[in-house]
């Protein structure tokens, strides 16, 4: 049995602890807002943090989560104002939208341990974020812009 | 695009409304409307010249399946509750695009409805009421924005017949605006009477349509929304929340996950299977054999395999990989890419079948001071949405109702119905949001495969889950090509002769019995099309059987001949001696509107289904769009070694752009792109916005195609699986900054395409800017992330 915290809320699990945090949330947990996108930590379409840092949520299993804290894009404010999601609607970053959960819970946590982070940083925190719908420009901006705010 | 296949087949966020407000204090004092602080603000009345008749102009539409519908009917299309709220329908499909907000948006402007209180409700795939769904071809703001224009004037007009009729004045003197219809006086002036358009709308609605010919609409100088770019999408809130709702986030009571094996080898099926492992594994809940469409033409039949349903998405993955399947021999075993190319190669060296033929190409080849030869390949290519296919389905009894992110709902609704043996109004299709679509998800073989297994299931709803492997190994290709261009040139050093020919398997051979030879929807896409001024001029299709499922991607056949030609004119610019710009503007010719006919087209031009009157090909365009990029991104200004210019022009969907990559190549060869400017011609334009992030994709895809993506056979089987071996462009590497500019439409001039024509130019203005940044030519994509 594994006990974890999802976006404030104590949950546990008594399924197969091998499960990866993608699939417990979406089918189990009914969170949505996480995506698969590759199942091979090659998309970052499935990011949520775990004890506050970025990880590939289908890469991480329930057992790895177990006595730990998650937040997922749902979990990520309350009424949708993190800074992040701001800049995000601010420059009409998405396109399908459907890369930029995980871009976001990407941005957040990398905003969270570096508010001034340069091309570089930002280049290379992000880069296995895939976007197809090419959103890069816009969602480098957008890092640039919540970094004044976060 | 699926119905001319059909055809050829049969042959073989919001803000509030930004409503002109003016300082009256320097106008005349318009009754009611006083502020305390003395400041007041009043509404300002456009006089009757804000408002104009419209001719129609004709569109290929009308002769999509189930043409226009009521697309023009507010009725069908516009709801008005009392307290004022709006809802306007999308009947396509959102996939990145923002169709699912410029559309309802047209409507909205034209019937000055207020943004922030519209709502917009997505259609169920029902052509026969709302017109084509085929969201697909860059064809929704240019088929649509006619009849979603005359739906809101229409709309409009009925609020002021209704007004009018409540107030017993003449209509002429009841003016819409911002939500109300507002009374006029003699003078048209207005006198602070009003009614809002919720205390309207059931007088509105009870009137007939008025017709066509008695609307009028707005002047491009009145519009609230259309042309300014300032409206947010209507799902930006709940995407950025994690809200909003694509395929798999469908959710029933009891609802199963399943997902299937299939056949890496097109055509080959089922011998036989052993699930005892599978079956024991926890979660799983049944696993059954899908019998295979194996007949050829495939069209969008399911390919068979073996499927597992089970209590989680995860658990039928992992009991996925317990099953021992035996597949039986496929003849398509034997496709594998090299010897392919080779094949095509061989094809494209020899005459081909003539599509177009101008002047005499021979003679020019024969009478040549020098000439030049240039062949260019592409792999295949797949769509690789961010979001893989899936489809919640639930067929129970005789009722089947389906949610799925799909591009064509209504073509989709048809087929299950035929493939459940259910009369089609037994079928309902809900359309998601789409995680991205780029052609695949007009191909419904997904949405069939949930809907078999739900019956199976005896009406257990069910999501069956594509993985991306799934998504990667069965896919409907881009086409794989080879392109070959032979120039004579004269004395003077012009192009006398031009011959073209195309190697590539056709899309055609998914619908019908495979020739080899293309089609005209392929021919048509910048091929036949050439609008070049060159006396001497050959197309010829040669043949190339497909062993694999081709279907549409994004741009489709502009790609490998975007980047043909356009290499081509930068590579005879060179050996010339000439500005690769000049030269191409020298090719393009004096500005005229170029007549088919005369020029050889062939007599079954595909010119984007569309009648060409309403979109003839007009050479200043072009040029027009090649002299502002290069004009915009410094043509010929010096740059640091290892960086240079490329350019690419390219005519598709009636879409006139022109694109310069800058290219920076770094010391180990990595080619960079720190800029890149687009100028684009879509004639009438709504959301400039959007068009503007479609083309800042389409350099991140044109970039990718161009450097990483390829899909490649052996013995039959694709050898790519996942985003670490179909490689797409990243935040490590990508063009960081995209210029757009969009040309100010003259009147008369029709709305393009735009999803798709960004596209083709940047693969060619990249490899250009290579060239002239280190001289060494590539002529084929992907050409690898580094210069060898
Ligand atoms: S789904 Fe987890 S990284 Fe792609
Ligand atoms: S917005 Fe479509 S994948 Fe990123």
Redesign the pocket.
């Known amino acids: 049995m594994a006990t974890i915290t999802v976006n404030g809320e104590s949950r546990t699990f008594d399924g197969d602890p091998g499960t990866p945090l993608l699939w417990y949330l979406r089918d189990i947990a009914g969170l949505t807002g996480t995506k698969y996108g590759c199942g091979q930590g090659v998309c970052g379409a499935c990011t949520i943090h775990l004890d506050g840092a970025a990880v590939r949520s289908c890469m991480t299993t329930v057992e790895m989560a177990n006595g730990k804290t998650i937040t997922t894009i749902e979990g990520l404010s309350l009424d949708g104002e993190h800074p992040v999601q701001k800049a995000w609607r601010e420059l009409s970053v998405?396109?399908?939208?459907?890369?930029?959960a995980g871009?976001i819970m990407q941005a957040a946590s990398l905003l969270a341990k570096n508010n001034a982070p340069s091309d570089t940083d930002i280049a290379e925190d992000m880069s296995g974020n895939?976007?197809?719908?090419g959103?890069y420009q816009r969602i480098h901006a957008a890092i640039r812009l919540a970094a004044g705010g976060v | 695009m699926l119905h001319y296949l059909k055809q050829e087949a049969q042959k073989a966020e919001r803000k509030a409304a930004p409503v002109v407000i003016e300082n009256v204090s320097r106008r005349k004092f318009l009754g009611g409307a006083v502020a305390a602080s003395g400041f007041v603000l009043a509404v300002r009345i456009p006089d009757a010249a804000a408002l104009e008749p419209l001719t129609p102009y004709p569109t290929g539409g009308a002769s999509m399946p189930h043409g226009y519908g009521n697309a023009s009917d507010p009725h069908v299309f516009v709801s008005i509750k009392p307290d004022g709220a709006v809802t306007i329908l999308a009947h396509r499909s959102e996939m990145?695009t923002g169709v699912r907000t410029s559309l309802p948006m047209v409507l909205a402007d034209e019937m000055e409805a207020d943004w922030s209180r519209v709502s917009i409700q997505q259609a169920v795939g029902d052509e026969p009421l709302y017109g084509n769904q085929d969201t697909d071809g860059s064809r929704s703001m240019r088929h649509y924005i006619q009849p979603m224009r005359e739906c809101g004037a229409a709309m409009r007009q009925m609020l002021e017949t209704a007004a009018a009729a409540k107030w017993g004045v003449d209509v002429a003197l009841c003016r819409a605006k911002a939500h109300h219809v507002v009374l006029l006086d003699a003078e048209k002036n207005d006198t602070g009477k009003k009614l809002g358009f919720g205390e309207l709308a059931e007088a509105a609605m009870a009137l007939p349509v008025p017709a066509r010919d008695t609307l009028l609409f707005k002047t491009p100088a009145e519009f609230n929304y259309m042309r300014k770019g300032e409206t947010k999408i209507t799902d930006l809130r709940n995407i950025t929340m994690g809200k909003a709702v694509y395929g798999a986030d469908v959710r029933l009571p009891g609802m199963k996950f399943a997902v299937i094996a299939r056949p890496s080898v097109l055509g080959s099926k089922v011998k036989s299977f052993d699930a005892t492992e599978a079956k024991k594994m926890a979660g799983v809940e049944d696993i059954f054999e899908m019998e295979g469409v194996h007949e050829v033409p495939r069209k969008f039949g399911q390919l068979g395999g073996v499927v597992v349903v089970a209590n989680t998405t995860y658990a039928a993955i992992i009991a996925r990989e317990s099953l021992v399947i035996e597949w039986e021999q496929s003849p398509n075993a034997s496709y594998n890419t090299d010897a392919y190319f080779k094949e095509m190669s061989k094809t494209a060296a020899e005459p081909g079948k003539v599509i177009r033929n101008q002047g005499d190409f021979d003679a020019a080849w024969k009478g040549a001071k020098s000439t030049f030869t240039g062949e260019y390949h592409m792999q295949h290519l797949s769509q690789a949405?961010?979001e893989p296919l899936c489809c919640v389905a639930r067929v129970d009894g005789d009722k089947a109702e389906l949610w799925a992110p799909v591009q064509s709902p209504y073509g989709a609704r048809e087929d299950i119905a035929k493939a459940l043996g259910l009369p089609i109004e037994n079928v309902t299709v809900h359309v998601t949001l789409l995680?991205?679509g780029f052609g695949r998800k007009s191909k419904w073989d997904f949405m069939i495969e949930a809907a078999l297994v739900s019956k199976k299931l005896g009406g257990t709803p069910v999501l069956l889950q594509w993985t991306r492997e799934d998504d990667i190994r069965h896919g409907f290709y881009h086409t794989t090509s080879v392109e070959r261009i032979d120039m004579a040139f004269d004395d003077a050093g012009k192009v006398a002769g031009w011959r073209h020919r195309t190697v590539a398997p056709s899309i055609l051979s998914t619908f019908a019995p495979d020739s080899g030879y293309q089609f005209p929807i392929e021919y048509g896409m910048g091929f036949v099309n050439l609008p070049y001024d060159i006396p001497n001029l050959r197309c010829e299709n040669g043949q190339a059987l497909a062993h694999t499922r081709i279907g549409w991607y994004r741009s489709v056949s502009n790609i490998p001949r975007a980047f043909a030609v356009q290499s081509a004119v930068a590579e005879a610019a060179h050996m010339l001696g000439k500005d690769h710009k000049e030269f191409l503007l020298e090719l393009i010719g004096p500005d005229r509107t170029l007549d088919p006919k005369a020029l050889g087209f062939p007599e079954d031009f595909w010119h984007y289904g569309d009648p060409y009157e309403s979109f003839p090909i007009e050479t200043a365009r072009l040029k027009h769009v090649v002299n502002l990029a290069t004009e915009k991104a410094g043509w010929g200004k010096p740059l640091p070694k290892g960086q240079a210019l490329g350019l690419a022009a390219h005519l598709a969907w009636h879409n006139y752009v022109a694109t310069v990559v800058h290219v920076d190549v770094k010391e180990d060869g990595t080619i960079t792109v720190p800029h890149a400017v687009t100028v684009m011609d879509c004639g009438f334009y709504v959301n400039p916005e959007r068009i503007r992030s479609q083309v800042e994709g389409a350099a991140v895809m044109g970039m990718s195609q161009a450097l990483y993506s390829g899909i490649t056979f052996k013995d039959g089987a694709v050898e790519q699986s996942n985003f670490f071996d179909y490689n797409i462009a990243t935040m490590a590497n990508f063009p960081k900054i995209v210029d757009v500019h969009i040309v100010e439409p003259q009147p008369g001039r029709n709305a393009a395409g735009v999803g798709e024509p960004g596209l083709p130019p940047f693969a060619p203005a990249l490899a250009n800017a290579v060239f002239a940044a280190t001289g060494k030519r590539v002529r084929r994509m992907p050409m690898g992330a580094k210069v060898a």
């Open positions: 998405p396109q399908c939208g459907f890369c930029q871009q895939l976007c197809r719908c959103c | 990145g949405a961010m995680g991205g």
